[in-house]
C-alpha cells in the first residue's frame, strides 16, 4: 500500500515532490526506467520519520510495465506523471528522427493514456500529468514534444469526466533547472539567465516551485480537469 505514485520520481520535479509527500509523512513509490537512479533517490529519500519510500523499475510506454506497476498497489490515492525523455528531440521538424518522435508520443501522450487505462479503479483520489510550456509557447525547435504536451490537456478532460469522482490535471511548468536539461546538448545557464530576464518571476523555475504546485492540486477536492500554468509567467510574455 503506497499513498502515491510518481511516475518519473527518480529526478527533477518527480524527486522534488517526493520530497515534499515524504516529509508530510505520506508513503512514495517513485517509478522510473533506471533502477541506479531509483536507488541514487531512495537513499537520498529516505529519513527517520517520514513516510516510506518503494521503487518501481518500468517503462510508462510499455502497456505490461504500466497494468504490473498498478496491479501491484491495488489501490493508491495520487499518481503524478512526470516521466519524459527529451533526448534528440529538439530540433527543426525535419531534423528530427521519427523514431524518436514516436518514442515521444509513445511515452508522454499514450503513456500518459495507459495510466489512466490502469490506474481505473484502482487510485482513489486523483491524477495529475505534466506537460510544459512548450505547448503553449512553441519556439520552433520542439515541435512533437510541444504536441504531446498539448494534447495532454485534452486527455485529462477525458479522464476527468470518464474517472470521476477521481480527479485529473495537468501541470504545464515553465523553464525548470532540472536533469533534463543535460539531455539537450545545450549552455543552460546562459539560455536561463537571458529567459529570466524576460519573465515576470524574473527567475527560472526550480523543482520545488512545482513540487508545491502539484501538492496543491493533489490536496484540493475542488480541482479537476484542469491545466495549470505553473511558468513564472512565461505563456503571457
Ligand atoms: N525542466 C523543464 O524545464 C521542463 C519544462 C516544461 C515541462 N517539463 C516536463 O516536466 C516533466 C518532468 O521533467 P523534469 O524536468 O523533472 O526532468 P527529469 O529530471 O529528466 O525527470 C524525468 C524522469 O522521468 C523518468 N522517465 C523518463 N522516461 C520514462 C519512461 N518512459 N518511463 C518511466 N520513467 C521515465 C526519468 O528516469 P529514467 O530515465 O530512469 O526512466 C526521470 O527520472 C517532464 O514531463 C518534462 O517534459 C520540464
Known amino acids: 500500500m503506497t499513498d502515491t505514485i510518481i511516475i518519473g520520481g527518480g529526478s527533477g520535479m518527480g524527486l522534488a515532490l517526493a520530497r515534499t509527500l515524504l516529509a508530510e509523512g505520506m508513503d512514495v513509490t517513485i517509478v522510473g526506467r533506471s533502477a541506479d537512479r531509483l536507488a541514487t533517490a531512495r537513499a537520498e529519500l529516505e529519513r527517520p520519520g517520514h513516510g516510506k519510500v518503494?521503487?518501481?523499475?518500468?517503462?510508462?510506454?510499455?502497456?505490461?510495465?504500466?497494468?504490473?506497476?498498478?496491479?501491484?498497489?491495488?489501490?493508491v490515492e495520487h499518481v503524478v506523471v512526470t516521466a519524459a525523455d527529451a533526448t534528440g528531440v529538439y530540433g527543426r521538424t525535419a531534423d528530427v528522427d521519427t523514431a524518436t518522435a514516436r518514442t515521444v508520443v509513445d511515452t508522454k501522450l499514450l503513456g500518459a493514456w495507459l495510466v489512466g487505462k490502469h490506474a481505473a479503479g484502482r487510485v482513489t483520489g486523483s491524477i495529475t500529468y505534466t506537460s510544459g510550456i512548450n505547448a503553449y509557447r512553441p519556439n520552433g525547435s520542439n515541435t512533437i514534444m510541444a504536441a504531446a504536451n498539448g494534447a495532454l490537456a485534452s486527455l485529462a478532460y477525458g479522464?476527468?469526466?470518464?474517472?470521476?469522482?477521481?480527479?485529473?490535471?495537468?501541470?504545464?511548468?515553465g523553464w525548470v533547472d532540472t536533469p533534463i536539461w543535460d539531455q539537450l546538448g545545450m549552455d543552460k545557464q546562459a539560455a536561463f539567465a537571458e529567459l529570466a530576464e524576460r519573465l515576470p518571476a524574473r527567475r527560472v523555475g526550480t523543482p520545488e516551485d512545482i513540487a508545491q504546485a502539484f501538492f496543491s492540486v493533489m490536496r484540493n477536492g475542488f480541482i479537476t480537469g484542469t491545466v495549470l500554468h505553473v511558468d513564472g509567467g512565461h505563456r503571457i510574455t
Open 159 to 173: 479522464l476527468a469526466i470518464e474517472l470521476a469522482p477521481v480527479r485529473v490535471n495537468v501541470i504545464s511548468p
Open 54 to 75: 518503494g521503487t518501481v523499475e518500468a517503462d510508462m510506454g510499455r502497456e505490461e510495465d504500466v497494468a504490473e506497476l498498478f496491479a501491484r498497489v491495488e489501490r
